[in-house]
């Protein structure tokens, strides 16, 4: 689960927005709060939902997060002329020049007895006044337990990198000695075998996000390949997709797979026709629904993290606020995931706590901030969010007229 997540000079966000998910020690004892894997004193949200208008930066602050995972995950394979691609700064004569931060605390297996820890990670970019910076300013990994951090990963331009004993490297190894200034250090390790990295990468890739490049991963006319691979090749996750199908009641029976000489065509059965209907006949709503499924069941059997921008899109809202309470039921949601996203509708707050809430502005210098429902002085548990919020309350509603 993640725990807080900082930013700075990244795109839209140029002063530092610092986000802090636990939930404060005097909030009620819900069962939608799940205790922290890693210190069971510390509670946190198992959806965070974040609201605002068009181009507040809503999206930015979970691509902050997403950029830096696949950071690490990719960098040491990605070839961009020695360019760091997506990491963009504020572009401003000072944001083009300063730093840019993203850091993250979350929960992560750690060590050999797979046990959760609470993990922090940090990346600074040096932008050298260009669009995309070149090269990695510092990168650092440390393992937290009764406020005592201890640094696994401490990489910093000039100096040499330590890495902690879980790596088994020399201080002066030369996979240390060649990892790229544009490239992770965890990434540089994993790609040369590194047992404790490769373990570092598996948990990274549990966390499952529609977010990819730069652009959310919309549903294309014919389902891409891996996603119809993935279903072909887990029944069982088919069954349970077949079965949201009919219990959403959309009109659909079942989906299933025709193998053709050339290809795998996805057709949906419907009740009352005598004939299924191809991918790309369906609406929107049920090839986005069909896309994200595998994702959000994933991550709840796990209980790993998933990343939703614009979780309602084409879905009806209902459908929206049934996906959220899975992740707000014990009985769906086992593992303790966690649902972050982002939403243009503010009918979703009727099912969120404060805690789980966060609202999003852009200012007239065009800056994203950001604040948690928790924090507004004089909101009440018992006030109604929704009503509130449409009112301009709140704040981070779009300015029309």
Known sequence: MIHEIRIANYRSIR??????????????????????????????????????????????????????????KYSVTSHNNNEIRFF????SPEGLNHPTLISAQFDAPFGTDGKSSLMEYSLEF?????????????????????????????????SPTFTSSE???????????????????????????????????????????????????????????????????????????????????????HLEFIQSPQKIFPVFTHKGLNRPLLFEDESSGTRQFTHLFPQLDYVLSCGSVAVIDELDSDLHPELTQ?????????????????????????????????????FVEKDQTGNTTAFGAKDIEGLSREDNLFRHYLSGALGALPRIG
Not at 127 to 149: D, W
């Open 15 to 72: 002063d530092e927005l610092h986000l802090d998910f636990r939930v404060p020690a005097d909030a009620p004892e819900l069962l939608r709060f799940r205790p922290s894997p890693a210190d069971p004193n510390v509670k946190l949200p198992s959806v965070i939902g974040f609201f605002g208008a068009n181009a507040s930066g809503k999206t930015n602050i979970l691509r902050a997060l997403t950029d830096a995972l696949n950071f690490i």
């Open 88 to 91: 963009n700064p504020f572009f």
């Open 126 to 158: 040096d932008n050298q006044g260009k669009t995309f910076p070149t090269q990695v300013l510092s990168e650092s990994l440390f393992h937290i337990t009764e406020g005592e951090r201890k640094t696994i990963i401490d990489r910093r331009v000039g």
């Open 322 to 358: 049934e996906i959220i309470r899975w992740f707000q039921s014990d009985e769906r949601n086992p593992h303790g995931a966690q649902l972050l996203f982002t939403s243009n509708n503010p009918v979703h707050l009727n099912e969120l706590e404060l805690e789980k809430v966060f």
């Open 167 to 253: 790596f088994s490297l020399r201080q002066d190894s030369e996979i240390l000695a060649a990892a790229r200034p544009e490239c992770s250090v965890i990434s540089t390790l994993a790609h040369w075998n590194n047992t404790f990295a490769k373990q570092l990468l598996q948990w990274i890739g549990g966390l499952q996000t529609n977010q990819v490049g730069h652009h959310r991963n919309g549903v294309p006319a014919s389902m891409a390949e891996e996603w119809i691979r993935y279903y072909v090749d887990n029944p069982e996750q088919l069954e349970r997709l077949n079965h949201e199908l009919q219990t959403i009641d959309v009109g659909i029976s």
